[in-house]
């Protein structure tokens, strides 16, 4: 079985020279995976950058990580800002994250390639107001100060506004403030955040915490896909891409597993990352299916998110997708 450590989560975005520092310190305390098994030094590590305990969830149930040929480390973060951060300061070798922060790290040139895609039904993406809330419609956001998690570009944010653009209003009919997810949760049980824009266990929490789902991802409001990417210095380096290889074919396994065992996955959610029952069984239900190629469907439907944020001013430059993927490793 391979060794695993587990890289210290950055609760803020920093600079890039910040963000650098504290990793390499993190990492070093955090022990060496290769000295702690008294491995070979030429053995493979591969780090992996992960969201809020999701993927690395999904993998010590399943149990599809046993027996790698290579070491694994593990970079946690609770928002994609942060975790692309750590891939352009070479502290992490893959990325997992929706569309649009995905096109956002791309526009701030984090050297990173789509390797592969991942597709759910959107229902994880919602936002969410207070119960107590006048906000009846999207339309009644009209004036209101909406908290976006968690950095500008976020997945919530392109749901935000598209939303306000199938109800007739421009983005700049609302007042947006963005928070990381731990800090907007704070703030809307709190109840001095009457609307917020959000994702996966942030949501899920704030509408058992007295939430109200005003509108989801659902029926194409957000594209559903996801990537897991990898860094261009990492696919460059012929072990480390094999091993990425390796990685992407286990989490296709994973993804299965938890197909077949929705019951178990809800018991793992609730006991890792600390989630009640009724909303780790939510999360199950809203998770991400297979692991898919990134084709041309792919492409084009997150070329569009690019380009509908793009034209509200939240996208600069707009990338253009089919020149930031590697098809190599996944197939059809």
């Known amino acids: ?67 790698t040929s290579y070491n694994v480390k593990w970079a946690e973060f609770e928002g994609a800002a942060p975790l692309f951060q750590a891939v352009q300061a070479g502290a992490a070798d893959t ?3 929706a569309d649009l922060p995905t096109l956002q790290a791309l526009a701030g040139g984090v050297p990173v390639k789509a390797v592969g895609a ?31 998690s968690s950095a500008k570009g976020s997945i919530a944010e392109y749901l935000l506004a598209h939303v306000l653009q199938q109800a007739g209003l421009s983005y700049d009919d609302v007042k947006v403030q963005y928070l990381l997810p731990t800090d907007a949760q704070a703030a809307f049980t709190s109840g001095k955040v009457e609307a917020w824009a959000t994702f996966g266990v942030y949501k899920a929490v704030a509408e058992q915490q007295g939430g109200r789902l005003l509108v989801n991802g ?35 396994t994973a993804l ?40 041309p469907q792919v492409i084009d439907a997150v070329q569009k998110v690019g380009d509908t944020m793009h034209g509200i001013g939240v996208l600069t430059p707009n990338p253009t997708v089919a020149d930031h993927v590697d098809t190599s490793l996944i197939k059809e």
């Open 1 to 67: 079985m391979n060794p695993v450590n587990r890289v210290t989560r950055i609760s803020r975005p920093l600079s890039s020279a910040l963000v650098l520092a504290a990793l390499l310190a993190t990492a070093a305390c955090g022990g060496n995976s290769e000295a702690a098994s008294g491995g070979s030094s030429s053995r493979v590590t591969l780090t992996i950058g992960d969201q809020a305990k999701n993927l690395q969830t999904l993998f010590n149930t399943s149990g599809a990580l046993k027996g």
């Open 95 to 97: 990325s997992y994250a």
């Open 118 to 148: 991942l597709h759910n039904d959107g229902t994880h993406t919602g936002i969410v107001v207070r119960d107590d809330s006048s906000v009846r419609s999207v339309k009644d956001l009209k004036g209101k100060k909406v908290v976006v």
């Open 218 to 252: 659902a029926d194409g409001r957000v594209s559903g896909y996801g990537f897991i990417g990898a860094s261009e210095k990492a696919l460059a380096d012929k072990g480390k891409k094999a091993a990425i290889a390796d990685y992407l074919r286990r989490l296709d």
């Open 256 to 295: 299965a597993w938890s197909q077949k065992h929705p019951d178990d996955y809800a018991k793992a959610i609730q006991q890792n990352n600390g989630a009640s029952a009724e909303v780790a069984k939510k999360l199950v239900s809203q998770a991400n299916g297979d692991l898919l190629p990134v084709g």
